[in-house]
């Protein structure tokens, strides 16, 4: 009889302990190992891997580009980007101060950790394209040439999407709704406005 | 109202709140504890009460914010079109969780995208911009001053701009959703990284029966 009662404690704890593990890896960003299928389009560039590009579709002359950067090796840097289609195109990030969200340039770029990933994903780091010469619609593809302190140069192909999830109508309820979401740092956005309950 | 044992109440509730928050981002879907009212969106005290303004909408024509809401609950974002990152997360969002709500739901709510940036933003433009998410959003514009106005009246700031060169400029602007009850009051607002898991489960809540439920 004692036997279960200490052991479903444990188990619990184990469980507890896996489910905040996973918590941890989502929230930083290292979820999509296991992504299923589809989807998973990759370039190569030495020990840099780019993975899922996607260029957001736009009514206006500027919009964004998201992307998982990887290295299986050395730290590197990703400090400029350009596009055929976009008269200028900066590196930005979202800093969320109070009630407020601004978007800025990254000074320095974008750095990819050792061994390590960096996400571009809305709410948080984006290569920010504008003045456009024409407005990406879905279905299209836009070219994204990359330039790396280290690794040098590659250009990619990424596709016109409305949204982190649609196109590839991927199941995404089963990895939490808010594809859109998260920073690069999990520590902006969330919680902010309770945190700063005066307003 | 009561203001202290509300207060107290919100800050719990606030602090509930963050729980399914962060679970939501872990993606870990567990959330069949969430039992009767429980509201995933942040919770903002004091509450917000809806602007008494009249502005202009996606058609160019007076829109008066709370005659066209009345017993509507009301989605309210301040935003810009040429917001590349946030903002169509938000709309996106938004759009993807009323397309699986029940329609009776559905019917009983509508979305307002007032914008921060009304030099860019006439009324043709925000029509083209909101109709890629749903045609029935509703975009308002007018002069710069009414803007700034409306957005104080919503406690916010007036939106900024950040100067990005070349003629390009980024709007600094509220970073989340709000969320009118048919009393008129904002009790929950809904920041960047909560989505359609957030509004699936609140907006049903927020229409049957509202925040202060009896």
């Known amino acids: 009889m004692n036997l279960f009662r200490t052991r479903v404690p444990f188990i619990l704890m184990a469980l507890v302990a896996l489910v905040a593990a996973l918590a941890a890896v989502a929230c ?172 | 109202m009561p203001r202290t044992p509300w207060r107290t109440l919100a800050l719990a509730l606030a602090a509930l709140a963050l729980v399914p928050a962060a679970l939501a981002c872990s993606g870990d879907d567990d959330d069949s504890a969430a039992g009767d009212a429980q509201y995933m969106g942040a919770i903002v005290t004091p509450p917000i009460e809806k602007p008494d303004a009249v502005l202009m909408d996606e058609n160019g024509r007076p829109f008066d914010l709370r005659k066209e809401t009345e017993g509507y609950v009301t989605l309210l974002y301040v935003g810009y079109t040429h917001c590349p990152d946030i903002c169509p997360t938000h709309l996106y969002e938004i759009s993807e969780a009323l397309k699986k709500l029940d329609p009776d739901i559905r019917k009983q709510i509508r979305v307002v995208f007032a914008t921060a940036d009304p030099e860019r933003d006439t009324p043709e433009q925000l029509k ?48 989340y959703v709000m969320a009118f009850t048919k009393d008129n009051y904002a009790y929950t607002v809904y920041p960047s990284g909560m989505g359609q898991k957030e509004w699936l489960n609140d907006l049903p809540l927020l229409v049957k029966k509202g925040f202060r439920s009896e």
């Open chain 2, 128 to 175: 083209q911009y909101l109709d890629t998410f749903d045609p029935d959003f509703i975009g308002l514009t007018g002069t710069r001053d009414l803007m700034d106005q409306f957005q104080v009246a919503l406690g916010l700031q007036p939106a900024t701009r950040t100067d990005l060169g070349g003629g390009n400029y980024a709007v600094n602007h509220a970073a």
């Open chain 1, 28 to 199: 930083g960003g290292d979820d999509d190992d296991d992504e299923p299928a589809g989807a998973g389009q990759q370039f190569t560039l030495g020990d840099l891997t780019i993975v899922d590009p996607w260029v957001r579709s736009t009514t206006t002359d500027v919009t964004a580009a998201y992307m998982t950067i990887k290295s299986k090796g050395a730290a590197d840097t990703l400090v400029s980007a350009s596009s055929p289609i976009a008269g200028m195109v900066q590196l930005h990030d979202v800093i969320t101060e109070g009630a407020t969200s601004k978007m800025q340039e990254k000074p320095g770029g974008f750095p990819v950790p050792a061994s390590g990933q960096v996400e571009l994903k809305p709410g948080g780091y984006h290569i920010m394209l504008m003045d456009l010469e024409k407005q990406p619609k879905e279905g299209e593809t836009v070219e994204l040439t990359l330039k790396f302190e280290k690794a040098g140069e590659i250009t990619i192909t990424a596709p016109v999407k409305k949204a982190a999830d649609s196109g590839a109508d991927m199941n995404h309820d089963s990895h939490g709704s808010s594809s859109g979401t998260g920073s690069p740092t999990a520590s902006s956005g969330m919680g902010s406005p309770t945190a700063g309950a005066g307003y």
